[in-house]
């Protein structure tokens, strides 16, 4: 199925998508370059999704399961991750400037070079993220899990780090 069909079933909501995904057994939604912006996609299924260079601005994925997900590249500037599950997606080049990403898990996720710059990391779980040359100048990572987390060549000039209890961060090697 083409990356356009997949984009209109989207639009459609959340509950249209799911059910086509569940009844189809989609092993992954075709959405590469899609535009997906404003739209609302609360609790969305969108494992293994191919969104590469996709366009999800102002987008509401609250609580949206995007594990495994490729989004290199993907504007996501102004969107609504909250909760949202994005566990070994790889969104390096991603820009999340603008996004509101509280309690979202980005656990063993590529974020290579990705733009978090001033963003709100607030209860994160980031813990094996790999975020090696990732723009994160003002970014507050708040009581975020951090544990073998990679900064290594980070951008991370004013940013706040408060460690979850009982977490290390422990800077990769240079």
């Given amino acids: 199925m083409e990356a356009s069909t997949h984009a209109d079933i989207l639009k459609e909501g959340p509950h249209v998508w799911n059910a086509f995904v569940f009844d189809a057994s989609l092993p992954s939604a075709q959405l590469r370059d899609a535009d997906l912006s404003d739209l609302t996609l609360r609790r969305v299924n969108l494992v293994n999704a191919d969104l590469t260079g996709a366009n999800l601005s102002t987008t509401d994925l609250s609580q949206a399961c995007l594990a495994d997900a490729k989004l290199a590249g993907t504007h996501l500037n102004g969107a609504i991750l909250n909760g949202a599950d994005l566990s070994a997606a790889d969104a390096s080049g991603a820009d999340f400037r603008g996004t509101r990403l509280n309690g979202i898990n980005l656990t063993s996720a590529m974020l290579h070079g990705a733009n978090f710059e001033g963003v709100d990391l607030r209860r994160a779980t980031l813990s094996g993220a790999c975020f090696q040359n990732a723009h994160l100048s003002g970014a507050r ?11 290594s060549g980070a951008h991370l000039t004013n ?5 979850e209890a009982g977490a290390a961060f422990i800077p990769a090697a240079a």
């Fill in 141 to 151: 990572l708040y009581r975020s899990a951090l544990k073998k987390a990679d900064f």
């Fill in 159 to 163: 940013a706040e780090i408060l460690e």
